[in-house]
């Protein structure tokens, strides 16, 4: 059974910083475009930020841009990581990655139904 294995949930106060993980458990990130979406309550999912395995080629909507980083683990190359920093009250969601063959594409890594392989979830919360 091939599944996204989630972690790092957290608590963390406005500007503050937080990495997720998101770990491929029974097949090899080797050509994968690996995406983190997001939900808050009341509102769509939508679509952070996408990492292409086979060249690392990123891409981030403008709500994040700039304050978190996609990237995949230099030793494993089979974990992805979502780093966030100078989080807003705003940012608060579960957080989710999902993938699918064969990388990001620019028209489409923003979309769910486009990944197939998704993550149980992780909550992030931002608070004072």
């Known amino acids: 059974q091939v599944q996204l294995v989630e972690s790092g949930e957290g608590l963390v106060q406005p500007g503050g910083s937080l990495r997720l993980s998101c770990a491929a458990d029974?097949?090899?990130?080797?050509?994968?475009?690996i995406a983190w979406f997001r939900q808050a309550p009341g509102k769509e999912r939508e679509g952070i930020s996408c990492?292409?395995?086979?060249?690392?080629?990123?891409?981030y909507s403008d709500s994040v841009k700039g304050r978190f980083t996609v990237a995949t683990d230099n030793t494993t190359k089979n974990t992805v990581y979502l780093q966030m920093s100078n989080l807003r009250p705003d940012d608060a969601a579960v957080y989710y990655c999902?993938?699918?063959?064969?990388?990001?594409?620019?028209?489409?890594?923003?979309?769910?139904?486009?990944?197939?392989?998704w993550g149980q979830g992780t909550q992030v919360a931002v608070s004072s």
């Open positions: 990492i292409s395995s086979i060249d690392g080629t990123t891409y």
């Open positions: 029974g097949f090899i990130l080797d050509a994968y475009g």
């Open positions: 999902a993938a699918e063959r064969l990388r990001c594409y620019p028209n489409s890594w923003h979309e769910a139904q486009y990944y197939g392989i």
